[in-house]
């Protein structure tokens, strides 16, 4: 399946809410709400917080893809919603990068403190005090976040609220002469395994890295596949996609990445010397990092917006942010930022091209798919935690639908194991894990179809093409 859309618009989530905004946001308000490097301390700013100035009822660090696009603007609803006046954002003095400020009713006025940074300092700045709310674009790790050790995945999930989908897209210099990588040459690139351009076929020169280690967290499927190089020895180290960008731009052998919702913000940017990476296996494309790729984590670099907080904390002003950060108007300013809503859709396949096995290509024609994906780790069939996530989405979603069961279909598919009898053999066995799991949320299950190894998104020969490509595919009939 490849990413290049054919002429003319779809029928995907953002579009309807650009093109059509009161309906989308009726529709948003029926959904089921399914949300389930250490740095200095912060200190706020003079005339920030003291007597004379605006009260800091909340103060927000990490990520700055999130810090400098759509949290500001949640930030301004938020305001709103406390019956703020007059609410706009601007620059904050250092170590914060954007305050929030309003008037209230009694003439108070209050700000809300942002700091861009990245997901690590998010996290320091939560656990030390400095900060009541962490924004972070992966998981945390054990002990990076005080009060979590014990804790049931319930209650963890209780503390924590992923809010958009968001990924990094490769890119590369335009005189590198690359256009498409596999996955597998991706890790062997950041790895050093290879070296020159002219082993993945583009024009005969040295390859240089550039990276914010700060996004491939260990946690992730691709950084279980660098295995421990995560912070990889060689890699120039930028620390802002703009940096990132202005770097590749200007070097004519090298390959970094950006946050896709940059691509959305400004696309006269490709015009230049930097040209974005697409993904391949063989000669067929694979996902792109668009609406379709990202909300059903088939591209390979997704990565989710969480908002973090230490649990047993009654605080009430992040208990209201994170209300409305799940909030309708927040799902609105996320996709017209070019972030994706973590909640299921339907979504309308791209175009399918000549690679796609002829079978997929019948049982999905002219159906929709439903975005959430369950996927299972590498040689398991064990419920982890994101699967029960995934699980209970979809089961929530599937209920809201009241879809007939012969209306629906899971294409389940396995990694390439090295025979087919055993590829059929590995989807079956997990047909049996999901039909069960959607048993015990009370779904109508409808068709479940194990296709084997038939549709990879990747080769399997690393932990991150393994975990593509052991999924389940939702889709609906008409």
């Not at 670099?301 to 994170?322: A, C, M």
Request: charged share 20%; net charge neutral; hydrophobic share 40%.
């Amino acid at each position: 399946m490849t990413a290049n859309r054919p002429p003319g618009p779809l029928l995907t989530r953002r579009r309807a809410l650009m093109g059509l905004t009161g309906a989308a946001i009726a529709g948003l308000a029926c959904e089921n709400r399914l949300r389930a490097a250490t740095a200095p301390d912060i200190v706020a700013p003079p005339g920030l917080g003291d007597e004379a100035g605006p009260e800091v009822v909340l103060k927000i660090a990490g990520d700055d893809g999130a810090a400098k696009t759509i949290i500001p603007e949640i930030a301004k609803n938020y305001l709103r919603y406390r019956g703020a006046n007059g609410v706009v954002a601007s620059d904050a003095d250092k170590p914060w990068t954007t305050q929030v400020t309003g008037t209230m009713l009694s003439g108070q006025e209050v700000a809300i403190l942002i700091r861009a940074s990245s997901s690590a300092d998010g996290f320091t700045q939560l656990a030390g005090g400095n900060a009541d709310i962490g924004l972070t674009n992966r998981m945390a790790r054990p002990n990076e976040v005080p009060g979590f050790e014990g804790l049931t995945p319930a209650e963890a999930a209780r503390n924590l609220q992923s809010i958009a989908l968001t990924a990094v897209e490769l890119i590369v210099n335009k005189a590198t002469g690359i256009q498409a990588l596999s996955v597998d040459e991706v890790l062997d690139i950041f790895v050093g395994k290879i070296r020159d351009w002219s082993d993945v076929g583009g024009n005969p020169g040295p390859i240089r890295r550039y990276g914010r280690p700060t996004d491939l967290g260990s946690d992730s499927p691709l950084g279980a596949s660098l295995a421990n190089n995560t912070v990889i020895a060689g890699v120039r180290i930028v620390q802002s996609y703009t940096e990132m960008w202005k770097s590749v731009a200007e070097d004519p052998q090298s390959i970094g990445w950006i946050a896709a919702n940059m691509r959305y913000h400004d696309p006269e940017r490709w015009r230049g010397a930097v040209v974005p990476v697409k993904f391949r296996l063989g000669q067929r494309l694979t996902a792109m990092a668009d609406e379709y790729g990202i909300a059903t984590f088939d591209y390979p670099l997704v990565l989710p917006i969480i908002l973090y907080r230490v649990p047993g904390q009654d605080n009430l002003e992040v208990d209201s942010f994170f209300a409305q950060a799940d909030s309708v108007q927040s799902d609105v300013i996320e996709l017209q930022s070019g972030f994706i809503a973590v909640t299921p859709q339907l979504l309308v396949p791209p175009h399918f091209d000549e690679g796609v096995p002829s079978r997929y290509a019948e049982l999905t024609r002219n159906s929709l798919r439903v975005s959430t994906t369950v996927r299972f780790d590498p040689g398991s069939v064990k419920i982890a935690p994101r699967t029960k996530r995934e699980f209970d989405a979809l089961g929530s979603y599937l209920r809201h639908l009241d879809i007939a069961p012969e209306k629906l279909r899971h294409l389940v598919f396995s990694e390439e194991t090295g025979t087919a009898e055993r590829n059929a053999e590995v989807s079956a066995g997990l047909g049996d894990v999901f039909a069960r799991e959607l048993r015990a949320r009370n779904v109508r299950i409808g068709q479940i179809i194990p296709l084997g190894a038939e549709h990879a998104l990747a080769s399997s020969k690393s932990i991150l093409g393994q975990w593509l490509n052991r999924r389940v595919e939702t889709w609906v009939s008409p």
